[in-house]
């Protein structure tokens, strides 16, 4: 059972323009969303999060958007730069218990930026 | 520059070999978690550990045991390895249990081929 969803596999976008990737996630007890981004050879690392009681965060030039209701959010990145290529994993969490800051990520989306 | 070192980048193994994969973090960091990446499946928990000695199956810990006897190394332990066990493994670890405002910090992999 997938909680969290990234139903792109992959994204092409001009340098310059804006890149949206998007999440869904199925468990209404997620109460903190975080976006990693993964280089080939690498491990992930953190880019960007948003809790619950927030709609947007927004980090230069990236912004996470949070649609509660529709249990969705997206990571927008404007400009979009060739080296922004990578991976994007969207990640959830809940608070509290035994949850231990557990990470439920996503499939993953190969973002391409062309020059 | 704190960090967390997974002892391998690449490792080739034998089907029914016992393989040890090694985990160090330099954070003194309480959780410490096992995934592993496959293309379309994104990261999947195998195990987590919130202490010394203690540990939680995740998602995906059939064929998997894992060791915690110090704070700052966790090993995976595959009691005998298989083709689809195949994979890129990576070790994370994070602070208590307060909220993952950055989540967690990451290793750089290892990529693992079982023939």
């Known amino acids: 059972d997938q909680q969290v969803k990234q139903n792109s596999p992959s994204l092409s976008v001009q340098e310059g323009r804006i890149s949206i990737l998007n999440c869904d996630y199925t468990?209404?007890?997620?109460?903190?969303f975080l976006w990693y981004k993964k280089y080939p050879a690498e491990g992930p690392t953190f880019l960007i999060s948003i809790s619950s009681i927030k709609d947007k965060n927004e980090d230069g030039r990236f912004t996470v958007f949070l649609n509660k209701s529709a249990k969705h959010l997206s990571l927008h990145i404007v400009p979009s730069q060739p080296g922004d290529s990578a991976v994007y994993f969207c990640?959830?969490?809940?608070?509290?218990?035994?949850?231990?800051?557990?990470?439920?990520f996503g499939q993953g989306t190969i973002l391409t930026v062309h020059p | 520059d704190v960090k967390v070192t997974q002892s391998s980048r690449y490792l080739v193994k034998r089907t029914g070999e016992k393989v040890f994969l090694e985990c160090v973090q330099d954070?003194?960091?309480?959780?410490m978690f096992w995934y592993r990446q496959d293309p379309g499946l994104g990261l999947r928990l195998i195990y987590f550990?919130?202490?010394?000695?203690?540990?939680e199956k995740g998602d995906i810990p059939e064929g998997y045991s894992v060791s915690r006897e110090k704070k700052e190394r966790f090993s995976l332990i595959l009691e005998s390895a298989s083709t689809n066990q195949t994979s890129m493994y990576l070790c994370?670890?994070?602070?208590?249990?307060?909220?993952?405002?950055?989540?967690?910090?990451f290793g750089s992999g290892t990529r693992l081929t079982v023939v």
């Open positions: 954070m003194d960091h309480e959780n």
């Open positions: 994370a670890s994070s602070i208590g249990t307060e909220r993952p405002y950055y989540g967690y910090t």
């Open positions: 990640a959830a969490s809940r608070q509290g218990g035994t949850s231990y800051g557990k990470l439920t």
């Open positions: 550990s919130y202490d010394v000695k203690m540990k």
């Open positions: 468990n209404s007890m997620f109460d903190y």
